[in-house]
C-alpha cells in the first residue's frame, strides 16, 4: 500500500482513459492489482512500481480484448463516472467525454501512446519500456494520434 498510495491518481486515470468505451475502468485496475499482489516478489524496483502496473494493466486489456469478452461501459449504470468529479464545468466535463470517445477511435498502440504520455504524464523512454517499442516507433504513433486525433475533432 505505501508504494500504491502515490500512485493512484495517477493510474486510475490511465484506466479511466484507457477503458473508456470498451472496459470498465475499475475491473481492469482491480485485476491489475491482483496481479501486482501476487507478483509482488518479482518486482525488480520498488521505484518502477507504476511502470510495472501500466504493463500488466496493458497486457490485461489485451488479453480482455482477445477473448473478446468486452464489457461496455454502456451497461454501467452510472455512465458519466469516467469525468472526474473535481471539474465542476459542464462544458469542461463534455470537452473530456468527447476528447475520451475520440482518443478511443484510434488503433490500439497509438491510443496507449497518447493516454500514456499526454494523459498520464510518462515521458517517451518511459513509454518505450511500457509498451517495449523503439524510441522512433513511440514518437511517430504520438505524431500520427495527434494528428489523427485533430482531423477527427475537425470532422465534428
Known amino acids: 500500500m505505501q508504494l500504491y498510495e502515490p500512485v493512484h491518481e495517477r493510474f486510475e486515470r490511465y484506466c479511466k482513459t484507457r477503458a473508456y468505451g470498451e472496459f470498465h475502468f475499475k475491473d481492469i485496475m482491480h485485476d491489475t492489482l491482483l496481479v501486482a499482489y501476487e507478483k509482488f516478489d518479482n518486482i525488480q524496483s520498488k521505484e518502477a512500481f507504476l511502470h510495472f502496473l ?3 494493466a496493458v497486457r490485461i486489456l489485451s488479453n480482455q480484448r482477445k477473448k473478446n469478452r468486452p464489457e461496455y461501459v454502456e451497461n454501467y449504470t452510472n ?7 473535481h471539474v465542476p464545468e459542464i462544458e469542461k466535463q463534455l ?5 475520451y470517445e475520440q482518443i478511443a477511435k484510434l488503433d490500439h498502440v497509438t491510443r496507449e501512446c ?3 504520455f499526454e494523459i498520464s504524464g510518462f515521458s517517451i523512454k518511459e513509454i518505450m519500456l511500457i509498451l517495449n517499442l523503439g524510441e522512433s516507433a513511440v514518437k511517430q504513433r504520438l505524431s500520427r494520434g495527434r494528428k489523427q486525433l ?3 475533432m475537425n470532422s465534428l
Do not use: R, V
Open 95 to 99: 470537452e473530456i467525454k468527447n476528447l
Open 114 to 116: 497518447i493516454i500514456l
Open 54 to 56: 501500466f504493463g500488466t
Open 150 to 152: 485533430i482531423e477527427i
Open 79 to 85: 455512465k458519466h463516472e469516467h469525468i472526474s468529479a
